[in-house]
Every structure is written in structure tokens, then in C-alpha cells.
């Protein structure tokens, strides 16, 4: 008696028509499988890449809603369009304790042609806390990583790359206060971000917080 509907209130209403369940079914929204991941959104920045997926069915009679048909990642590209390298300040700096720096003086043969090292001062901004969990004698040292801590990394041979003068990661050509990436030696876990701070000839840091460019 009266007019019927085909919505999912009308169960609720009672007046549903008498064909609701073959005529009107509820069709829950359906999305195709995710496309793959385009590259970064622009080279030579820490920005974004995305992947997409587009609707088959749209949703009738209250179905379900369709979910985001669209998702971001954190990306970065080292390499331009056209193929060359990025500036190194986008390279994340691969650090170990400075003592592996005066072993390694030791073992290296005098060699008169060998570029004089030099000395970049960071500001820990962020550290992971995979940190504190290295427990092998080689990963003491990153026990003594401390967020806002100032801390002294030398650039020395062979680390030294001849042609650019400077070590990989060591923030050359960034921006003030920008954030730049660090990870250390032995254990994947332990990394973070640093500002950097200022370039020496030499560091002079205490030996917990000196460290060595690998």
C-alpha cells in the first residue's frame, strides 16, 4: 500500500518493496588492484611518489563506500632527468667511530700524493631507536648518539673523493638548517637526521661524539 523504495533505510522504515532483496541488492564499491609506483615527483629533492587505482563498480543501494584510490611514499632520486648525480647534500652520510679512523691511519702507506682530510660539525636532529639496541662490541659507539648532541665526523682518505674533494653525505651545497640523512656502520637500524653545522680543518669533538665518513 503506497510507495515503496529501494534504499537500506527502508528496512528500517518497513516499506520496502516487495521485490527489495532480488531488484535492489547492496553493491559494495570495487577497485581495481594498485598501479605500480611512478618515480619521484621531482629529482634531486626528498619528496613523493604515487601510485593509483580507479573504480569498477561504484556502490549502490548503501554498499560499501570506495576506499582512496590514491597513495603517497617518501622518495628520493639521486639522479636528474638527464642522467648526472645529484648534489651530495641529498646522499645519506654512511658514518663509523673515529676510532676505526686512527687504525685506519695506521694501516694506510705514506702516500705524498694523498689529499689532506678535513673536519664537518653536525647537529643530531633525529635518531632511530635501533640505536640502542647494538650490542656487538663494533656498535658500542652508537649507544652514545644523543638527539640535539653536537658531533664531529672527519673526511679523510680514502673516503676522500678525488675528483669532488669531499666526502659522500657530508651535506656540501645544502641549504642552512636543512635536514640531511645519516646511517651508521653494522647496523641498519641505527640512522637518522642532522643539520650541518660548519666545516673544519680538524675535529675536536670528544671520541664518543667523533666520527669518521666511510
Known amino acids: 500500500h503506497g510507495p515503496c523504495y529501494c534504499d537500506q533505510a527502508c528496512a528500517r522504515t518497513l516499506d520496502c518493496c516487495h521485490d527489495y532483496a532480488e531488484a535492489c541488492p547492496v553493491i559494495p564499491c570495487a577497485v581495481s588492484q ?52 645529484c648534489k651530495q647534500s641529498l646522499i645519506p652520510a654512511l658514518i663509523t667511530t673515529g676510532g676505526f679512523g686512527k687504525a685506519r691511519k695506521k694501516r694506510a702507506a705514506a702516500d705524498d700524493n694523498e689529499r689532506a682530510g678535513y673536519c664537518v660539525e653536525f647537529q643530531l636532529v633525529a635518531i632511530t631507536p635501533g640505536c640502542l639496541h647494538s650490542h656487538h662490541s ?14 664531529c665526523v672527519e673526511c679523510q682518505h680514502p673516503a676522500l673523493d678525488s675528483r669532488s674533494l669531499h666526502c659522500y653525505g657530508d651535506g656540501s651545497g645544502s641549504k642552512k638548517n636543512q635536514l640531511l640523512h645519516w646511517q651508521a656502520v653494522g647496523n641498519p637500524r641505527c640512522k637518522g637526521t642532522w643539520k650541518r653545522i660548519r666545516q673544519l680543518d680538524t675535529c675536536s669533538c670528544p671520541s664518543v661524539h667523533s666520527f669518521l665518513f666511510i
Open 34 to 85: 594498485w598501479s605500480v609506483w611512478s618515480g619521484c615527483a621531482e629529482p634531486c629533492k626528498t619528496t613523493y611518489r604515487v601510485r593509483r587505482r580507479h573504480v569498477i563498480q561504484e556502490p549502490r543501494n548503501g554498499g560499501e563506500a570506495c576506499p582512496p584510490l590514491e597513495e603517497r611514499a617518501g622518495c628520493v632520486e639521486y639522479w636528474t632527468e638527464q642522467g648526472t648525480e
Open 138 to 151: 663494533y656498535t658500542h659507539w652508537m649507544q652514545y648518539l644523543r638527539e640535539g648532541h653536537t658531533v
